[in-house]
């Protein structure tokens, strides 16, 4: 089971929108909708931010944002912020007997 | 709130053992609906899910690590445990455990708690 596919980098100023990619195939991303997205700062754990492709845990601020189309979910932080300034993995449901795959992780940094 | 703590040596000899533990507070790993997860992450890569147990002590294993993991659960002191067997280098990771909630019994695939992480370090 390969990881899911997401560009290294991603960058914005403050008070922009950016989006992260993960592409993955019908098995996994496409097929199910059990996408999910972690942040993970520097020296800590993932935190949840989207399940389930686009449902926010509570206490996620609502800048986040989760979509899905075919075999490629999306993360979107609209109104960037310093703080946002971390790596993030997309996760998914696969149907191989790994049962679940991460992606292979972006940076996003804040200019 | 639930909290999960990782503990266990932090440096392993390359063929021997590798055994963390995970304690949970704030929440009994008896009262079911959840599985508990180990997943590591190698220095500076992604994330790769190992394991996870249920309260009963049913399990489900990453093929890629079945022939030499082992978690058990131990509810008397709410806490669960990885055993990695034959390590070498490449086993050198932080090691997460994590809980991941079921709905009505069925899986979510999700992780929504996670302990701060542990580094195991392979290495004569």
């Known amino acids: 089971q390969s990881a899911l596919t997401q560009p290294a980098s991603v960058s914005g100023s403050p008070g922009q929108s950016i989006t992260i990619s993960c592409t993955g195939t019908s098995s996994d991303v496409g097929g199910y909708n059990y996408v999910s997205w972690y942040q993970q700062h520097p020296g800590k754990a993932p935190k949840l931010m989207i399940y389930?492709?686009?449902n926010r845990p509570s206490g996620v601020p609502d800048r986040f944002s989760g979509s899905k189309s075919g075999n490629t979910a999306s993360l979107t932080i609209s109104g960037l912020q310093a703080e946002d300034e971390a790596d993030y993995y997309c996760s998914s449901y696969t149907s191989s007997s790994t049962r679940y795959v991460f992606g292979t992780g972006t940076k996003v940094t804040v200019l | 709130q639930v909290q999960l703590q990782e503990s266990g040596p932090g440096l392993v000899k390359p063929s021997q053992t590798l055994s963390l533990t995970c304690t949970v507070s704030g929440g009994s790993i008896s009262s079911g609906g959840y599985y508990w997860s180990w997943i590591r992450q190698h220095p500076g890569k992604g994330l790769e899910w190992i394991g996870y147990i249920y309260y009963s002590g049913s399990t489900y294993y990453n093929p890629s690590l079945k022939s030499r993991v082992t978690i058990s659960v131990d509810t008397s002191k709410n806490q669960f445990s990885l055993k990695l067997s034959s390590v070498t280098a490449a086993d050198t990771a932080v090691y997460y455990c994590?809980?991941?909630?079921?709905?009505?019994?069925?899986?979510?695939?999700?992780?929504?708690?996670w302990g701060q992480g542990t580094l195991v370090t392979v290495s004569s």
């Open positions: 389930e492709v686009s």
């Open positions: 994590a809980r991941e909630a079921l709905d009505v019994e069925m899986a979510t695939y999700y992780f929504d708690y």
